[in-house]
């Protein structure tokens, strides 16, 4: 069974940097495509950054130049690493995972696997 536990996540002043890791057990990470996707407040969940089962990665507009996103499947695990917090990259950040990716990176419907999620506050 896919299991995905997120941490790392925290409170920080703009500028800052957090890295958040994400657990995955009961599986082989290089057998699936994982994401990284946030949610604020009354906002729809959005896709920040992905790494595909062929090691390539895409971000989403908004973090290019300031997330790196990777994956070290000896561990099972996958990270995100934010520098240059903004207010704005405020929410609950999730970490998913897919096997066949049948659509858009960015749209969380194309993920079959969630964690719980982690919060991360950027105050100004």
């Known amino acids: 069974q896919v299991h995905l536990v997120e941490s790392g996540g925290g409170s920080v002043q703009a500028g800052g940097s957090l890295r958040l890791s994400c657990a995955a057990s009961?599986?082989?990470?290089?057998?699936?495509?994982m994401g990284w996707f946030r949610q604020a407040p009354g906002k729809e969940r959005e896709g920040v950054a992905a790494?595909?089962?062929?090691?390539?990665?895409s971000y989403a507009d908004s973090v290019k130049g300031r997330f790196t996103v990777s994956k070290d499947n000896a561990k099972n695990n996958l990270y995100l690493q934010m520098n240059s917090l903004k207010p704005a990259d405020t929410a609950m950040y999730y970490c998913?995972?897919?096997?066949?990716?049948?659509?858009?990176?960015?749209?969380?419907?194309?993920?079959?696997?969630w964690g719980q999620g982690t919060q991360v506050t950027v105050s100004s």
């Open positions: 009961g599986w082989r990470t290089d057998r699936y495509s």
């Open positions: 790494v595909f089962r062929d090691g390539s990665t």
């Open positions: 998913a995972a897919v096997m066949m990716m049948g659509g858009t990176w960015y749209d969380p419907t194309g993920f079959s696997y």
